[in-house]
């Protein structure tokens, strides 16, 4: 059973990944004003000390979040498992570090830990465990900021910007009482509408949520 949940999701990933290689640059045009990740990010540059290890998971084209925190100083590594998105982000953002993985394949231990809309792109039945997996990647005492959009969906097939992809999501409660269960503490929940810039795309509410690991 292991092991066929585990084709299911590689061939998932394969078939997303695909799509955000197409998608590429277009993903910042739609996306030109990303308030809440800005906002987050000071955040979270408000409480790292100088020179933290910084990991930003499904981190696209590292604009603007990868970006912001390694400019301040940090020492940021990017994963994502578009290939497309890794080559962007390493061109935008030479400071980084920049991968192309998924969360499974991450080892370590970070001061912060960022994913920003990462579990938009799980079934919802997967959300539990990926949080478990976030939360042992952050050090104790150590920060956690996450994304999401508020909706009732679970692995909805989606056109996004020409392309298919499969999303989830949760209502602002559920998801907060999923990342308490996981073992953070919410400091602070911030809830945002965005339009895109883009026909392709659809208006929708943003959740984000600043955290810390006990």
Same mark, same amino acid.
Request: with cysteine; aromatic share 8%.
């Given at each position: 059973?292991?092991?066929?949940? +585990?084709?299911? /999701?590689? *061939? !998932? @990933?394969?078939?997303?990944?695909?799509? %955000?290689?197409?998608?590429?640059?277009?993903?910042? #045009?739609?996306?030109?004003?990303?308030?809440?990740?800005?906002?987050?990010?000071?955040?979270?540059?408000?409480?790292?000390?100088?020179?933290?290890?910084?990991?930003?998971?499904?981190?696209?084209?590292?604009?603007?979040?990868?970006?912001?925190?390694?400019?301040?100083?940090?020492?940021?590594?990017?994963?994502?498992?578009?290939? +497309?998105?890794? /080559?962007? *982000? !390493? @061109?935008?953002?030479?400071?980084?570090? %920049?991968?192309?993985?998924?969360?499974?394949?991450? #080892?370590?231990?970070?001061?912060?830990?960022?994913?920003?809309?990462?579990?938009?792109?799980?079934?919802?039945?997967?959300?539990?465990?990926?949080?478990?997996?976030?939360?042992?990647?952050?050090?104790?005492?150590?920060?956690?900021?996450?994304?999401?959009?508020?909706?009732?969906?679970?692995?909805?097939?989606?056109?996004?910007?020409?392309?298919?992809?499969?999303?989830?999501?949760?209502?602002?409660?559920?998801?907060?009482?999923?990342?308490?269960?996981?073992?953070?503490?919410?400091?602070?929940?911030?809830?945002?509408?965005?339009?895109?810039?883009?026909?392709?795309?659809?208006?929708?509410?943003?959740?984000?949520?600043?955290?810390?690991?006990?």
């Amino acid at each position: 059973m292991q092991a066929a949940r +585990e084709s299911r /999701r590689a *061939a !998932r @990933e394969s078939r997303q990944a695909a799509a %955000f290689d197409h998608i590429g640059a277009q993903y910042d #045009e739609a996306f030109p004003h990303k308030d809440g990740q800005l906002l987050t990010g000071e955040w979270l540059l408000d409480r790292l000390p100088s020179g933290s290890a910084v990991l930003d998971l499904g981190c696209g084209t590292g604009l603007p979040t990868a970006a912001q925190l390694a400019g301040a100083g940090h020492r940021v590594t990017g994963v994502d498992y578009s290939a +497309e998105m890794v /080559r962007l *982000a !390493r @061109e935008n953002v030479p400071r980084g570090v %920049f991968r192309q993985c998924d969360l499974y394949d991450v #080892e370590g231990e970070y001061d912060a830990v960022l994913a920003f809309f990462v579990l938009l792109m799980l079934p919802l039945d997967e959300i539990p465990g990926a949080l478990a997996r976030m939360h042992r990647l952050v050090r104790p005492g150590g920060l956690f900021c996450l994304s999401m959009v508020e909706a009732d969906l679970d692995d909805h097939p989606l056109a996004f910007l020409g392309q298919e992809v499969r999303v989830s999501a949760l209502l602002r409660e559920d998801l907060r009482a999923q990342v308490e269960a996981s073992g953070f503490t919410v400091e602070e929940e911030r809830v945002l509408s965005y339009a895109p810039a883009s026909t392709q795309a659809v208006p929708e509410v943003q959740l984000f949520l600043a955290c810390r690991r006990p």
